[in-house]
T-cell receptor
Framework: NAGVTQTPKFQVLKTGQSMTLQCAQD?????MYWYRQDPGMGLRLIYY???????DKGEVPNGYNVSRLNKREFSLRLESAAPSQTSVYFC?????????????FGPGTRLTVT | QKEVEQNSGPLSVPEGAIASLNCTYS??????FFWYRQYSGKSPELIMF????GDKEDGRFTAQLNKASQYVSLLIRDSQPSDSATYLC??????????FGPGTRLSVLP
């Protein structure tokens, strides 16, 4: 039982390049999330998917697109990377447990855009 | 703008003491409140959540919520050096929209 996995772990991009961050979970959770974490700013929600086939914007969606490929997988795409997108990206999944959404996080992807 | 504020610290406490971590939030309609622990270079791990006013205990951890004051806290009893980490307060503001605070760095001194 791997929990939430993310690939790649590290990535360096040049400005204007595109890439897709992959996330998968094996806990049969309905909900999945993408966050970014910058120093001193905590985690900020980019997009989330409450169920297969649905996606919703979070606090900072500009410059990103997402795809909920199936119940297990939720990908994040940067179409034209900018230095402001240098960050650590975390994927999470959750389901209702004890009346609340307990989120489980993947190990993160450290992205640098030069 | 929905905001969650935390003192960035570092908060230093001696081993065996009680560590008290605080968080305030701006949206009165916020539904529930979470505490996560994050070790340096690692991903956040859920400690506990609370959604009713009052105290909720789980082992050495107690979460306290005061909705009138828009304040939530986490007490860690018998603090251990292994508790040294950054503690993130998160608020579910509506639906599945979560807002995180910047975190408080805790250092437990042996």
């Amino acid at each position: 039982n791997a929990g939430v996995t993310q690939t790649p772990k590290f990535q360096v991009l040049k400005t204007g390049q595109s890439m897709t961050l992959q996330c998968a979970q094996d806990m049969n959770h309905n909900s999945m999330y993408w966050y970014r974490q910058d120093p001193g700013m905590g985690l900020r929600l980019i997009y989330y998917s409450a169920s297969e086939g649905t996606t919703d914007k979070g606090e900072v969606p500009n410059g990103y697109n997402v795809s909920r490929l199936n119940k297990r997988e939720f990908s994040l795409r940067l179409e034209s990377a900018a230095p402001s997108q240098t960050s650590v990206y975390f994927c999470a999944s959750s389901d209702l447990a004890g009346g609340e959404y307990e989120q489980y996080f993947g190990p993160g992807t450290r992205l640098t855009v030069t | 703008q929905k905001e969650v504020e935390q003192n960035s610290g570092p908060l230093s406490v001696p081993e065996g003491a009680i560590a008290s971590l605080n968080c305030t939030y701006s949206d009165r309609g916020s539904q529930s409140f979470f505490w996560y622990r994050q070790y340096s270079g690692k991903s956040p791990e859920l400690i506990m959540f609370i959604y009713s006013n009052g105290d909720k205990e789980d082992g050495r951890f107690t979460a306290q919520l005061n909705k009138a004051s828009q304040y939530v806290s986490l007490l860690i009893r018998d603090s251990q050096p292994s508790d040294s980490a950054t503690y993130l307060c998160a608020v579910r503001v509506y639906g599945q929209n979560f807002v995180f605070g910047p975190g408080t760095r805790l250092s437990v001194l042996p």
